[in-house]
């Protein structure tokens, strides 16, 4: 059995072990995911799911964010002890991805900001948070920071275009 298919097994028996019983659809919804990606998953097939959801997947299930390299390597799982716990509990009110919401839990926010899209409130916005390593050096900051100046003013652009009118 090669390293990604024991993995899927644990993952697989981690679920099925949680009391009450969780089903694929259960945990799909959960973490906001098809039932498919559950599958994916839980199977040979978990290569094939971005790293950060399978990260999301684990922590959802209560293991330590190292545990799944420890089933790679032939380890088990490690449960996450309380003091882990708060960093590992979704947010389900912002309704935010798996992967999103990992990203933003693991890493360093540098700076956010919002663009709306109209002058009125049912026009939308788009939320952009800018992040980098916690461990970014100053000169990683600086570097990620000039990228943003340049990406940002696309964005400012894109806000403020006017739609186009389509006259029938």
């Given at each position: 059995?090669?390293?990604?298919?024991?993995?899927?097994?644990?993952?697989?028996?981690?679920?099925?072990?949680?009391?009450?019983?969780?089903?694929?659809?259960?945990?799909?919804?959960?973490?906001?995911?098809?039932?498919?990606?559950?599958?994916?998953?839980?199977?040979?097939?978990?290569?094939?799911?971005?790293?950060?959801?399978?990260?999301?997947?684990?922590?959802?299930?209560?293991?330590?964010?190292?545990?799944?390299?420890?089933?790679?390597?032939?380890?088990?799982?490690k449960m996450?002890?309380?003091?882990?716990?708060?960093?590992?509990?979704?947010?389900?009110?912002?309704?935010?991805?798996?992967?999103?919401?990992?990203?933003?839990?693991?890493?360093?926010?540098?700076?956010?900001?919002?663009?709306?899209l109209g002058?009125?409130e049912?026009?939308?916005?788009?939320?952009?948070?800018?992040?980098?390593?916690?461990d970014?050096?100053?000169?990683?900051?600086?570097?990620?920071?000039?990228?943003?100046?340049?990406?940002?003013?696309?964005?400012?652009?894109?806000?403020?275009?006017?739609?186009?009118?389509?006259?029938?």
């Amino acid at each position: 059995m090669d390293d990604f298919a024991r993995l899927g097994e644990q993952l697989k028996a981690a679920r099925q072990s949680r009391r009450p019983r969780v089903s694929q659809t259960d945990a799909a919804a959960a973490l906001g995911v098809g039932r498919s990606t559950i599958q994916k998953m839980e199977a040979e097939t978990v290569s094939q799911v971005t790293p950060t959801t399978v990260q999301a997947y684990a922590r959802w299930l209560g293991w330590t964010d190292e545990s799944i390299k420890h089933v790679l390597a032939g380890g088990d799982p490690k449960m996450a002890t309380d003091g882990e716990k708060p960093a590992l509990q979704p947010v389900p009110d912002l309704g935010l991805s798996p992967d999103v919401e990992y990203e933003l839990r693991t890493g360093k926010v540098l700076s956010s900001q919002v663009f709306n899209l109209g002058p009125d409130e049912e026009d939308g916005q788009i939320i952009v948070v800018l992040q980098g390593r916690k461990d970014a050096t100053p000169q990683e900051v600086e570097r990620i920071a000039a990228k943003f100046r340049r990406a940002r003013r696309h964005l400012q652009g894109i806000a403020s275009e006017p739609d186009e009118v389509v006259e029938t």
